[in-house]
């Protein structure tokens, strides 16, 4: 059974940072993809950047420059930093694994943006 660990949320104010971090247990392949989803009220959930576990990443053009999503694979851990923050990044984050080919999802991390 694979289980992911996030934490990291909160509120912050325009043009802070913050950084995520989700951590996956179980049993999980060598070859696996990473990544942070979002979705606020009323959209789709999205994805905002993903890695493997040779460091590809890929990025949503909405947070380029901005984040950065980086692993550390003896911990079987993701971190998404994220700077320069805007209220339209507010959203619930979610941390997906896919490995073996079966994607899993963290129970999510509220990100708010205000002043």
């Known amino acids: 059974q694979v289980q992911l660990v996030e934490s990291g949320g909160g509120l912050v104010q325009p043009g802070g940072s913050l950084r995520l971090s989700c951590t996956a247990s179980?049993?999980?392949?060598?070859?696996?993809?990473m990544g942070w989803y979002r979705q606020s009220p009323g959209t789709q959930r999205e994805l905002v950047a993903s890695?493997?576990?040779?460091?590809?990443?890929s990025y949503a053009d909405s947070v380029k420059g901005r984040f950065t999503i980086s692993r550390d694979n003896a911990k079987n851990t993701v971190y998404l930093q994220m700077n320069s923050l805007k209220p339209e990044d507010t959203a619930v984050y979610y941390c997906?694994?896919?490995?073996?080919?079966?994607?899993?999802w963290g129970q999510g991390t509220q990100v708010t943006v205000s002043s």
């Open positions: 179980g049993s999980i392949s060598r070859f696996w993809v």
């Open positions: 997906n694994l896919k490995s073996f080919g079966v994607p899993y």
């Open positions: 890695c493997t576990n040779i460091g590809s990443t």
